[in-house]
């Protein structure tokens, strides 16, 4: 059994029953019936009233958002699903600081619990830089099933991977 990029960290106990799920077809029809929504966030303006609706119930003395876009160019195959990053530009004598978040543009077709968990990461690093203990429990401050959800967020990376090593066409979300 070769372990799939996504579920690389994940227990051999649980890598087994996904490969067994791939194995008998059922991987998108699973997630299909546990995530069969998407989300009707389609375009940049859309996210980004989407991110400064989360950020103003959740983080609301958090430095201000400049930019928040679908980013093309995003390699969800290098693990980077969104970005955040923190730009310092010199204006005359003023130093001028802006915060942009990029999500991956293949969130613009995935259900809407994942868009949110992956908006609820790159948030939570606008308090957090690090991948540690505060920056999750942030994490599950603001999405209390963070953890799952980015387990079967996964989960779905790896149906698509599954779906065009087998030269399928997606039409429907899952």
Known sequence: MNARKYLAGYPLHLQTRVHELIAQGRLGAMLAEKY???????NDGQLYDYVQALKEQHLRKSVPL?????????????????THTSLSRIQGSKLKASREIRIASVFR??????????????LA??????HNKSFYQLCTHIEPDYHQLEFDMRLY???LEVEREQGQVRIAPI
């Open 36 to 42: 069969g929504q998407p989300h009707a966030v389609r």
């Open 66 to 82: 400049g930019k928040v876009i679908y980013d093309a160019k995003l390699q969800v195959m290098k693990h980077a699903l969104g």
């Open 109 to 122: 077709a995935a259900p809407a619990e994942f868009l949110k968990m992956i908006v609820v990461h790159e």
């Open 125 to 130: 690093h606008l308090r957090e830089a690090e």
């Open 157 to 159: 990376l790896t149906h």
